[in-house]
């Protein structure tokens, strides 16, 4: 459609919204990475002993391990992991009594990115743990939440207040050897958002973390534990966002999700992190190992994500599914446009009987984009009656991208029942022809489509997130289609 | 104990020697071939698991053992229905009969003769679409063909007659003796053949390492059976290479039913436009049985259309695998490709790994693939036992059903009464043969 073809650019050339930085004095440990670095991280968080060890058994196992390189879709540059700083965090004048000592700097960061830290300003029914390059800066409704014995808090205060946990479950789900960017993660890792909920509580309110990386030359490494018991409910959202800079940062995180019998989690993400520009300059590099296990029976761990940001966005979400009768969800939308890479997907282990999992995964290209799904599902022997379902669906926007498909399926129980579909198309000519016909903008049209397409996901994600999530697809395709 | 590296080293020595011994002049170009493809199988060595292509085939007990030549065979038995028939024999091409007529449309050779008539013509297409260069089997084949069948029809004829290729491994004692067939087939401009190719024989540590080429020239028209029913315990790696060009269309169906260790792999490159491809697969395995099907289908020229569906019956022990890759260049627009591959799970220590991917680089296309792992359908057990049949007939049709979707598209009709009656008696059910002779006097 050429006569588009001047708005379209006009639309592409879109800023990104969220790349502001905010001018704020940090205090950062030197580059570079080596035992004593960690030392210096763990005394900076005042740590105890036993997770220094911890650390340093991860980072001593990470100097072993070799960056994977053997993704084809793949490509980036080298990393060079001694010149990132491995923690760097506000400085603090004062340590906080309240919420309103923060920082007025940050405060405003958030203002400006949609997320007030004064809690009666914050929709209701939100609670936030803000997290701004390596520390968490403030955590609402933490009192709240406590009333019902829900334990929400950043990883640093759990440490120091509720060890025990920490160290049962630490690990248990993504150990320190898992993969490379896990071990760097194990090594160096500074905070992120912690959750217990007690037995049988259903959690009254969506609890939330902002991730905001905001420092020059550094990379985020947070890590995330979150604990559902016997009986318990809780649904958790995540969102981020970095300003534009012309180098690639790194973002390694680690989520750890463990489900008892008959508890619950839900786990949405929007994932917005600087994609790099037009020319594919810059952007963040989003290596991410997210798992979770269904410990207990007829429990289940549910994860929906939008993927929209990263210049390389490499992360799956998978459902480790022990517990008889437990359920296990993957709803993805992943958009790739200009120069952005995305090869993600989900692998759900099938251990227990008559498990259950559903995958959804809706991969969007555009531009130079190239966009994988790669997922396992793998159904073991004492796994009778396991059903998978899985469906991966892709959409092409211009002749220059890429999408591929590339499940892996293993079956060892021959009662197992598994399917999986998956087609890639253009967006249809025939479609935006309908609705233009109808008066729609070639525009709002392919908006339509692309959000008709993504429905299925979509209606996964908590309200709040869902209206923020279908803004942010139309924001990173506009321009796609000419 | 030796290294493998030391094995592969002593292997591709035995056949260099072997290889000496015979007088096949062959055109200088071909025999610089052999030899880098020596170099590169000693470079690229036996694949490992951590090898993407290999990650559910392990194949480290070829490693284990110094393949030497099977000894030449005095008397093999020659089927009874009409084609024109080629047999190779523990590697060697040994009968050659049926082309009579047909002499003036197509030709065919043995490796010998082919490089005396025709080295021009082996210049220019042997060894063109094998890669051998990256592919250890391929290179090891590359390097230690004995002999080789060489069809060629000739431009804008027909041949309604099936052109056979019989495969015929028969080692002299358990020492691990290889053979090493290759193929090539060459269709010209606007010509129509059908080609059936059986192996058989083997024992327990025999290895049949082959490849076939298969060239179809603008309009060419090639319907292609491979039928494979080795003994259990034989290795058979067999490489099927195929390039079509503008307007040409090729239909394979790959069977196997024998082997212990298998591995098909179907490499289809569309180069031309309109090209047309159609992919049927189906495997039984039982036992120990390891099934790998590896198919790579290649849209390179926009507007071609690929058809492929793989089916699996897995019982006992057995374990299948399945990777269908669909690669659609940049600028292949208009592709239609649909990949299907199902896979029926008889018994709880039977194991499938599938693995169909789609790689896209252009945007106006449809792809498709479609997976299934699972049992006979409790609805389907239930109308037939409604219908007054015993529970394990019931069952037995259903996989006999499952397997005749793609039996039934087998045009040769003597191939296709021999594997369902084979699969008929398999699954104790009466005969059609019989059914046949009753119907049709």
């Not at chain 1, 879109?14 to 991280?41: A, H, M, Q, S």
Request: net charge negative; hydrophobic share 35%.
């Amino acid at each position: 459609m050429p006569t588009d073809t001047a708005t379209i650019t006009q639309l592409t050339q879109r800023e990104y919204e969220w790349g502001f930085y905010t001018d704020i004095e940090e205090e950062k440990v030197p580059k570079g990475l080596n035992e004593e670095i960690i030392r210096t991280i763990s005394r900076l968080k005042g740590e105890p002993e036993w997770l220094l060890e911890w650390r340093l058994r991860a980072y001593r196992h990470w100097l072993t391990m070799e960056e994977p390189r053997w993704l084809p879709n793949i490509r980036y540059g080298q990393i060079d992991y001694q010149d990132i700083h491995y923690y760097a965090a506000p400085k603090r004048r004062k340590p906080l009594a309240s919420l309103d000592e923060v920082d007025p700097e940050i405060r405003r960061t958030f203002e400006k990115l949609g997320i007030p830290l004064e809690e009666q300003k914050r929709l209701a029914g939100v609670a936030v743990d803000a997290v701004f390059d390596s520390v968490s800066v403030a955590t609402t409704y933490k009192e709240k939440l406590r009333e019902l014995g829900i334990i929400f808090c950043s990883f640093s205060e759990a440490v120091r207040e509720h060890p025990e946990l920490v160290r049962q479950y630490l690990g248990s789900v993504v150990p320190y050897n898992d993969n490379f960017f896990a071990a760097l993660n194990s090594a160096v890792f500074s905070d992120g958002s912690f959750v217990y909920v007690p037995p049988g509580v259903r959690c009254p309110m969506e609890l939330s973390t902002y991730f905001r990386i905001n420092a020059r030359e550094t990379g985020q490494f947070e890590r995330t534990l979150i604990i559902a018991d016997r009986g318990s409910y809780v649904s958790y959202l995540e969102g981020c966002t970095a300003p534009m800079r012309d180098e690639n940062q790194l973002h390694a995180a680690v989520v750890e999700l463990i489900a008892l019998d008959e508890a619950e989690i839900k786990y949405s993400t929007v994932q917005n992190w600087y994609p790099g520009d037009k020319e594919g300059r810059g952007g963040i590099y989003n290596f991410v190992t997210k798992r979770g296990a269904c410990r207990g029976r007829r429990s289940k761990i549910s994860w929906t994500q939008v993927e929209t940001g990263s210049a390389i966005t490499w992360k799956y979400p998978s459902v480790i599914l022990q517990g008889d009768d437990s359920v296990g969800e993957f709803y993805s939308v992943a958009v790739t446009n200009n120069y952005q890479q995305a090869d993600t997907g989900t692998k759900m282990i099938h251990i227990g009987r008559n498990t259950r999992s559903t995958i959804v995964s809706k991969g969007i290209s555009a531009g130079h984009g190239q966009n994988t799904y790669r997922g396992l599902v793998k159904i073991m022997k004492g796994a009778a009656y396991a059903r998978n379902y899985s469906q991966c669906d892709s959409l092409l926007i211009g002749d220059k991208c890429g999408a591929h498909t590339m499940p892996y399926i293993e079956v060892r129980n021959a009662t197992a029942r598994v399917e999986h579909e998956a087609s890639t198309s253009k967006i249809g000519e025939d479609q935006i022809f309908y609705c233009r016909q109808r008066g729609l903008s070639t525009e709002d049209a392919v908006n339509m489509i692309v959000n008709g397409f993504c429905k299925q996901v979509l209606l996964n994600l908590p309200m709040e997130f869902a209206v923020e999530a279908q803004k942010l697809l139309g924001i990173s395709l506009e321009g796609s289609v000419g | 104990m030796l290294k493998t590296s030391e094995r592969t080293g002593d292997l591709l020595d035995n056949w260099a020697a072997f290889l000496r011994s015979r007088s096949v002049d062959e055109p200088p170009s071909l025999r610089r071939c052999r030899q880098a493809a020596a170099e590169a199988f000693a470079r690229l060595g036996y694949p490992l698991k951590k090898n993407e292509d290999w990650k559910y085939t392990n194949v480290s007990r070829l490693a284990q053992i110094v393949w030497n030549p099977a000894p030449p065979i005095e008397r093999i038995s020659i089927p009874d229905w009409e084609a024109i028939r080629t047999i190779i024999a523990n590697g060697r091409v040994v009968y050659r009969g049926g082309v009579g007529e047909w002499g003036d449309k197509v030709s065919i050779d043995d490796w010998d003769r082919a490089c005396k008539m025709h080295a021009n013509f082996l210049e220019e297409h042997w060894n063109q679409v094998a890669r051998w260069s990256q592919h250890p089997f391929a290179a090891l084949n590359t390097a230690c063909f004995q002999d080789a069948v060489i069809i060629r029809v000739k431009a804008g004829h027909e041949i309604n007659l099936p052109i056979h290729i019989l495969m015929h491994h028969q080692p002299s004692i358990n020492t691990g003796q290889a053979c090493f067939p290759r193929i090539l087939i060459y269709l010209e401009t606007g010509s129509r053949a059908t080609v059936v190719e059986s192996y058989q024989g083997g024992d327990e540590a025999s290895f049949t390492c082959g490849i076939v080429e298969i060239i179809l020239e603008r309009f060419a028209h090639l319907d292609y059976y491979k039928v494979q029913q080795e003994d259990e315990h034989n290795i058979h790696i067999v490489q099927t290479y195929i390039r079509l060009a503008q307007g040409s269309e090729l239909r394979a169906h790959i069977v196997s039913l024998g082997g212990g260790l298998v591995r098909n792999e179907c490499d289809v490159q569309l180069t031309g436009e309109q090209g047309v491809c159609t992919l049927n697969g189906l495997y039984l395995a039982h036992g120990r049985q390891h099934v790998d099907n590896h198919t790579e289908i290649e849209h390179v020229a926009p507007g071609c259309v690929s058809f492929e569906l793989y089916k699996g019956i897995l019982s006992d022990r057995a374990h299948g695998v399945f990777h269908g890759k669909i690669y659609v260049h940049p600028g292949a627009q208009k592709t239609d490709a649909k990949q299907t591959n199902q896979a029926l799970l008889l018994s709880d220590d039977a194991e499938v790994d599938s693995k169909p991917q789609l790689e896209i680089y252009a945007d106006d296309v449809r792809c498709t693939h479609g997976a299934t792992v699972g049992q006979l359908d409790d609805r389907q057990l239930f109308y037939l036992r409604t219908r007054g049949i015993s529970a394990e007939q019931a069952r037995n049709l259903l996989i006999y059903g499952f397997a005749e979707e793609i039996i039934s598209r087998i045009h040769v009709a003597p191939v296709r009464y021999q594997l369902e009656d084979l699969l008929l008696a398999q699954e104790g059910l009466p005969l059609e043969s019989e059914l046949r002779r009753v119907i049709l006097p």
